[in-house]
């Protein structure tokens, strides 16, 4: 290993005397060909003639110097242009990471890994710091769906080719944000590591002051702009159909769409009806992405109704739709033990058929559920399955439904985002892999080759989720009842235009399955 420490540096005299014998401590037994970049970011209490001499006096420290105080931004892209070594450690000057800490985390950068960040263990700044902490990390997951821990901690360590590709612009505090917004950009592979924060003993912060947060708003704002402009190659596209399995109408326009159209990915449910036909075209096409759908409402279940009486009617069936379901749930009917009972069967019966799932979510999302996600992603961790639906849709398109039925369904959506924060809140850290988008909740049963192409213009950056419901047939609804247009949805998929929307937006098609080979951080909110 050989590493290079970048120290931003603005007014930091008192912790200067510190800083080589600190970063000796840390490379101590893992590394003696390391260096320290300093930058001078326009000091005017002399520390960039502090760290000047010291540059004379060690062979392996190098000053940089600004002229004036350009920002935290342009100190550390300074920094990261003048290091030389194979991987670059980017930390405050002020030691917010102990010599131990940062020694540990250094040791769990492994091969298959291009980027560790670290996040805090501990707040040590006081409410208003910690409240303006907590508020900027959910305004970047909100702004640009980047759901890390802690987007501003000041330990990152990168590969310097990863640096070398990236196109850093950010003069002030954003920089942390766009470090790992380019990272995702550039597919890295992203670990994070808890590590304990400490304040500062000497110096003084100026990362809360009204300039340096205004700044924050300008450069993000721009960072969006750019992005949204530069979108070719940065925008990937998982296109998921649901409900393979249901019945065989619906399995043969899965089938289709796959073969002939976007859809990259399928969900088998099951407790479908025509699952075991299901399973019989999965076998035909080996190349075929597979999740499963698992299923507490509209269907039968897998276990014996007598072993999970709380999740079925008189009739020993789940209830008929997400409402019931939520009307059990609010009030305390559904056993714990019976939910899990009941998914671990539908993960068993699966699997043993054999094939292979790369990812897992639910028939109408009952998984976000925060008392059923727990579950449902401990069980996925048990048969190793590695990435999980968040269906937390941002913006819609404009649907073909009645004025009181896009209100209804607006009233849905919103109560669908609330359950997935607070769910995914409670399951932060679970390890699994997920998109940054999802499409597919207001426009359920009412995709058209117009809302796909207006969909595929306007998607942002990283990774997004289509989710679908093809069939071949619409008379499946005079069955299921539930007023979707699975012919049109259908169409759409396998229109030409559509692939053609695609194209020209620069959207690549992916799978769940190439998303957990790419994702190993943690991005849950």
């Known amino acids: 290993m050989n590493l290079s420490f970048v120290y931003p540096i603005y007014n930091e005299i008192d912790n200067l005397p510190r800083l080589f014998s600190e970063t000796q401590r ?11 970049v300093l930058v001078d970011d326009g000091s005017t209490d002399g520390s960039g003639a502090f760290i000047a001499e010291l540059a004379e006096r060690q062979t392996n420290v190098r ?29 405050d000057a002020d ?26 263990l501990g707040r040590a700044e006081g409410p208003h710091r910690e ?35 990236m196109d850093l612009r950010s003069e002030g505090s954003f920089i942390d944000a766009e470090l790992l917004l380019e990272a995702r950009r550039l597919g890295a592979r992203i670990q994070d590591v808890g590590i304990t924060y400490h304040s500062r003993s000497a110096g003084v912060s100026t990362a809360a002051g009204f300039r340096v ?13 750019r992005r949204r402009k530069e979108r070719p190659g940065s925008v990937r596209l998982i296109v998921n159909a649901d409900d393979f399995g249901l019945c065989e109408a619906i399995n043969r326009g899965v089938i289709e769409v796959f073969e002939r159209g976007i859809v990259t990915s399928v969900s088998l449910l099951p407790t479908g009806e025509a699952f075991e036909d299901a399973i019989a075209i999965a076998r035909s096409k ?134 997935c924060d607070l769910g995914w809140r409670l399951e932060l850290g679970n390890g ?62 396998i229109d030409p235009e559509v692939r053609a929307a695609l194209s020209r937006a620069g959207v690549r098609l992916t799978t769940y399955r190439d998303l957990i080979g790419s994702e190993r951080c943690d991005l849950s909110p």
């Open 432 to 493: 699994l892999a997920t998109v940054d988008d999802f499409r597919g909740f207001a426009e359920a049963g009412r995709w058209s080759a117009e809302s796909l192409i207006e969909t595929v213009e306007e998607l942002d950056a990283g990774v997004t989720e289509i989710g679908c419901h093809p069939g071949a047939d619409n008379a499946v609804d005079s069955v299921l009842g539930w007023d979707y247009r699975w012919e049109q949805e259908k169409a759409a998929l």
């Open 131 to 165: 409240l303006m902490s907590l508020t900027y990390n959910r305004l970047i997951r909100w702004v640009f769906g980047l759901r890390v821990r802690d987007v501003n901690f000041a330990f990152k360590l990168m590969r310097r080719s990863l640096i070398e590709r």
């Open 286 to 419: 080996p190349e075929l992405d597979l999740g499963i759908h698992l299923a507490l409402t509209q269907t039968a279940p897998v276990c014996p109704p007598d072993q999970i009486s709380s999740l079925v009617d008189r009739g020993g069936r789940f209830p008929n739709d997400w409402r019931a379901f939520l009307g059990r749930y609010l009030r305390g009917h559904l056993h714990k033990n019976h939910i899990e009972a009941e998914l671990r069967a539908q993960i068993e019966r699966a699997l043993s058929t054999g094939l292979s799932f790369s990812h897992i979510n639910s028939h109408q999302h009952v998984h976000v559920f925060p008392r059923v996600l727990p579950i449902v992603t401990r069980l996925a961790h048990e048969y190793d399955i590695g990435a999980i639906r968040r269906p937390r849709q941002g913006r819609s398109v404009a649907s073909q439904r009645t004025s009181l039925s896009r209100l209804l369904r607006g009233a849905e959506l919103r109560a669908l985002r609330l359950a």
């Open 63 to 91: 000053s940089v110097h600004h002229r004036r105080n350009r920002g935290l931004g342009a100190a550390i892209r300074t920094g990261l242009a003048n290091a030389t070594k194979d991987l670059v450690l980017y930390m």
């Open 95 to 120: 030691f917010p990471v102990s010599v131990e800490e940062a020694r540990s985390a250094i040791g769990l950068f492994t091969d298959d890994l291009d980027m560790l960040i670290g996040y805090r």
């Open 213 to 225: 947060v205004s700044r924050i708003f300008g450069e993000m704002w721009r960072h969006r702009h």
């Open 26 to 36: 840390i490379v101590e037994g893992i590394t003696s060909d390391f260096e320290l």
